[in-house]
């Protein structure tokens, strides 16, 4: 089912298909017994009401059509008699404002599907990566400690959603969505613009960093260099001329930052960032690594409600940024507190 077929009343039933896991050779035997002992349990569940939300929206659709061209239709036989200025756009107006309301209740039931999964199937998938790891909206990353790694454009409102946090190897990590925006004047309006939007990631780490060492994306050297977001910081230059063109560095220690950019470190980071469109940045700070990856998309969101409430494509695909997570603190050796 797509949505035109759903507009059009094409039979709403359950689909009991699979998506099929999808992990490496090595761990597909372990991840598939988790997947049926934790999941697929639920999946019959959330299958039949995956079902029964959309019914419930479309039946709600249909009715909220019927009473929005009744409406309209009496509003314009009554447009000549209205005392306006400028009747057709009150009219104009008054429709688009009245499509709110109906939105509103139109997509509540899917909407409390959604939030249904996000509260039981989530934390389970994150279960996967170790006991300790949780999933909720409600916590979140200090904004002030973001700000001081010099990783943030400049914004002037800041919104958290989905977090995770958990360890690997007594690494912890923490995951939060977040959505950066500013005011910008043009002309006589002003309008909100988003700076970013994607993940933050932060990485403990067991070595002593002596150095503040920022990696961001090369929006040309001078741009960069000018900028006052890295004052203190220093220039650095790397042999890798690929890199230099995808990247500036700049960092408070030379060497230490050169320790720390390896060729397989910056080949994990950039597997990673192919996952989010290529958009990424990070920095060394504090004994942590901040990764700053931008995404159009939500992260922790479920596939098209049109899909099967088997959940193994979500779980696929979360495992995949995991590893590659993983891999990045197994590069670093974060858990070692020697190397530097």
Request: a positive charge; hydrophobic letters at 45%; one cysteine or more.
């Amino acid at each position: 089912m797509n949505l035109f077929s759903f507009l059009f009343g094409a039979s709403i039933k359950p689909i009991r298909n699979t998506d099929h896991l999808v992990a490496a050779p090595s761990e597909i035997d372990e991840f598939k017994q988790y997947y049926q002992q934790h999941l697929e349990p639920l999946t019959s569940k959330f299958e039949n009401a995956r079902v029964a939300s959309l019914k419930a929206c479309r039946q709600r659709l249909y009715l909220c059509a019927a009473i929005y061209i009744g409406i309209a239709i009496l509003a314009f036989m009554f447009m000549p008699y209205l005392n306006f200025s400028d009747p057709l756009m009150v009219y104009l107006i008054g429709l688009v404002l009245l499509t709110l309301p109906f939105a509103w209740w139109v997509f509540r039931p899917i909407k409390h599907y959604k939030t249904d999964v996000k509260q039981k199937i989530y934390p389970l998938i994150f279960k996967y990566f170790g006991h300790d790891f949780i999933f909720c909206k409600e916590h979140k990353m200090s904004l002030s400690a973001l700000k001081a790694s010099k990783l943030l454009p400049y914004y002037e409102s800041a919104s958290f959603d989905d977090y995770v946090q958990g360890t690997y190897k007594n690494i912890e990590i923490a995951i939060n969505e977040l959505q950066l925006t500013k005011q910008v004047k043009r002309d006589k309006s002003t309008d909100t613009v988003t700076v970013f939007k994607g993940v933050m990631i932060e990485l403990s780490s067991h070595k002593d960093f002596r150095g503040h060492t920022v990696v961001v994306k090369n929006r040309g050297g001078l741009v960069n260099f000018l900028s006052d977001s890295f004052k203190g910081l220093e220039r650095v230059k790397l042999e890798d001329p690929i890199f230099e063109k995808q990247f500036d560095v700049f960092s408070t220690d030379q060497i230490e930052a050169r320790y720390l950019l390896t060729v397989t470190f910056m080949e994990r980071l950039q597997e990673l960032s192919a996952s989010f469109g290529n958009k990424i940045q990070c920095a060394f700070y504090r004994n942590k690594l901040l990764i700053m990856l931008g995404s159009k998309e939500n992260r922790f969101e479920m596939a098209s409600i049109f899909k099967a409430a088997t959940f193994e494509y979500e779980f696929s695909q979360i495992n995949k940024e995991m590893k590659q997570l993983f891999a990045i603190v197994d590069v670093l050796q974060l858990d070692s507190s020697t190397g530097l």
